[in-house]
């Protein structure tokens, strides 16, 4: 199929994207990599009047480092994230889970902003903000908010953004000092059935501190499993801590059943991936 009609306006400036999604009062696409606004216009299910396309506004393109925080800016690539020295030393987390979206074609041109908004419940870049606690800077033409990432979506592709607001950054704290990563796809770099990220420290007595682990694919949008974290902070990650922790997911998730995989499948590898994961998590300091 062919995307309906819609106007396009080119913007280099912030104020004037704010401008045109005021004007069409939620009835407008912000166009960054496309890699899924695209295919979901020529499949007639988005309808836009228009499309704000904001790929020459050069300070959305930016990746800056201050103090212990990572400031990635909404336009910056998948490909970027990947090879750039800056977030393999600060997020290597998020250049490992960059690596596993669809193929070098989709990396190229996808952006870290577009991913957020999107709103993937399958999708590896929410799941990694929301590990890594990030934080999301919003501007409108009053103003600016942040938003953290586990207040951001309100459920599958639906985010708080109201419709005259625009995502300029997204925020990153200190990285955890250890992280490990699983997912489990029918074909390489094809949607997640199913994703787990985890991170932690350990203290000088071998006990694991602040642990966050997030599920990808599982419910409407990724969540944290926070009765596993709280289960398995301050223990020693051994096999019977993390046995029991698992034993914790369901309260979590409410997995969908679709042509990837049904709702028995994803919970019976999700318990499996878990276990695999956590394992990944305390080999990382061994």
Known sequence: ???????YHHVTQIEDALHYLKFYEGDAR?????????????????????????????????????????????????????????????????????????????RNRGTIGGSVVQGDPTGEVPLGCLVLDARLRAVNSEGERIIRMEEFY??????????????????????????AFREVCRRHNDFAVLSIAATGTINEKNQWKNIRIGL??????????????SLLENSYLNDLDIHEASESLLDAI???SDIRGSAEYR??????????????????VE
């Not at 499949?43 to 930016?62: G, H, K, V």
């Not at 309100?154 to 953004?161: D, I």
């Not at 109201?162 to 704290?173: A, G, N, Q, R, S």
């Not at 599982?218 to 596993?228: F, G």
């Open 154 to 179: 309100e459920g599958s592709y639906s985010t708080v953004l109201e419709d005259h607001e625009l995502l300029t950054e997204i925020i990153f704290p200190k990285h955890p000092t250890h992280y």
């Open 30 to 106: 912000v166009l960054a990599g496309g890699q899924s606004l695209i295919p979901m216009l020529n499949m007639r299910l988005w309808r836009p009047a228009a499309l704000i396309d904001i790929n020459s506004i050069s300070e959305l393109t930016q990746v800056r480092s201050e103090g212990e925080e990572i400031t990635i800016s909404a336009l910056v690539r998948y490909s970027e994230i990947e090879n750039s020295t800056l977030i393999s030393e600060k997020l290597p987390l998020m250049k490992k889970l960059v690596s596993y979206i669809g193929d070098r074609q989709v």
């Open 267 to 284: 919970t019976h590898l999700l318990q499996l991936y878990f276990i695999k994961v956590l394992k990944d998590l305390r080999s990382s």
């Open 1 to 7: 199929m062919k995307a309906p009609n819609f106007k």
């Open 254 to 256: 409410d997995p969908p």
């Open 216 to 229: 990808g694919a599982v419910n409407e949008k990724p969540v944290l499993a926070r009765t596993s974290m």
